[in-house]
């Protein structure tokens, strides 16, 4: 059993304004060619195939494209869950209808968690999607009183592990923050204040744990539960991450081995830093000047036009930072640092110069209260 | 052959703020009985599904059940096309994939319009599914040089006489406005200034024509090409029209017989008119007080809370109109009159209003192409 664990495509979206569409096809037409090279026997997206709860219609039609040529052209099943920035209603359209044409779409959490058998050319494996579900929902639809995330997915993985697989191997699909994964700029939180993690340790009985949320490849807890990482690098924290899909190889005897075979990107996503001057000599023989580029300028004088100047050499040049103006006050660092800052600690550090004194702990849980509120009625508008 | 033709399901449409979504699921459950009493061998649905390019979840679920209900339950296969209200990549998302399971959908226009065999507990028929197209679209995708709504239909038509249907009856399921025909407030118009309609003799060629737009049921030129109308009164226009689904039976030689099913609503729409308190009076004994109700108010005294008062007895008053106090004056009509306008219309008034003189010709024209570039824009977001 061979197949392809890839995650947060998030279709749709948008680098400072600028479309990725294309830079997404790109990159999904080599996933479809790796499939097809390695003979797989189904590929796996773990997650957040959109950006947004409402995709735009380019990136709907992109991800039809997509399917039909893993599934109807090379006749590869995809199984695919619902992350967290998927409007899970949308996303399970005719899912039930779907999953004879091979196409395994996991929307909303339902109470019985499905077994997807997968024949392989070698031996079979049974997937389990799991799609996002925050506590209140995972309450809701399985009648408990699961409050945190790792209470929640508790209760999600009881269900997969008494599933009878008939002997053969599980496979877990699952859109979730392990404790100590390490993140990137460009994921949506779960969830305020830290009880949005799950420890590993939950995921150990299973043959493999194919996960999505964090954009950067890695493992965690143990070598057999991965994130595959994003398609394409979403934010400038991730310049110098490698992008890849993941190759698992599932042996006779249900162990997993894997293999990251990397994308690569029609531009770069890179910050470059230096002189106005320097840049623009420089960049006229650079082959990747059309990479998205975050420029960070030392010139220490006013500059007229400076993104103009620049584009007329790097056309696609997203944000420039006058490092070199502010580095002669604290402005640019305390900035920077409230941009990485989640809302909580920027409301936090808000009340408290305003009223000279800290939140109290029930101001705080009110807080993070209201704040979680207004995300979920984000993910469900 | 036996098939239900239905259209303009408008799932997730407001009637002034009022969520229809269970008034729709109430009337869609006996679209689905309907079916299995009469065996029919398909089911066809003339476009807008949804209401608007972007549909809400509870809308997309309710599409979901329907569709689960009649093919996965009863085997009951349907065809969809989408309309001017759908977003033709969102409706058309992953339909390749879905046709093996009986359900096809028509998202967006394209060049070879396939021919859909349905096996009938008889006989066969062959349906051919043409989407909504205005003629800027049939002109991109067929190459041609199509102006007007009349000459695109000539062309889509042309490609459906051409098809081989092995000596089967054709069914053509298209949404368009056919000259002549009884239009409602509730429907948007497909283009300004009347170029929008096609002539019925486009469409004698075929055994039967199943068509949507129009929200009252009606045939256009010949008895075989048909408007099912809507499930529900959309508008308070369609007060007095009778919903119903058309039961079509095509013979051995082809020929179409309709049969009207009545469709009853869980909440009538309708216009009640008198005294304040004679309403409230008869209303206290009315078993349809929670119809969904327009109120004409004949008294010529200023009432405090006139809306709060009805809802006291009627809870689903959308709407109150002080005929009594503006019958003095003819600010009504005027009104009136004006809601019923187009946005041509009213923009040509308040021109002239404003400037003393009509529109010139050229005006006339870029303001149509303003107007038709909106809508366009809107169908596409």
New interface residues.
Partial sequence: MKFLHTSDWHLGRQLHNFSLIDDQQYVLQQIIDLAVEHRVDAVVVAGDIYDR??PP??A??L??DV??EL??VHHIPVIMIAGNHD?H??L???S???K????HIVGPLVANISAITIKGKHTDAVFYGVPYADPATVRDVFDCDARTHEEAMAVLLEQVIQSDAKGLPKVVVSHCFIAGGESSDSERPLSIGGADHVSAELFKPFNYVALGHLHGPQFKGYPHIRYSGSILKYSFSEQHQNKSVTLVTLDQKGIATTELLPLHAQRDVRIIEGLLSDLLEVGVSDTHRDDYLMVRLLDKTAILDAMGKLRSVYPNVMHVERTGLLAQTDTLELNRDHLAKSEFAMFRDFFEQVNGESLSPQQTELLQQTIEEIHHAED?S
Wanted: no cysteine.
């Fill in positions: 709860s409402i219609a380019n709907v039609k991800l039809d399917i039909h599934i109807e409007g209603e949308r399970g359209f005719a039930r209808q779907l004879q044409s091979g196409l469900r």
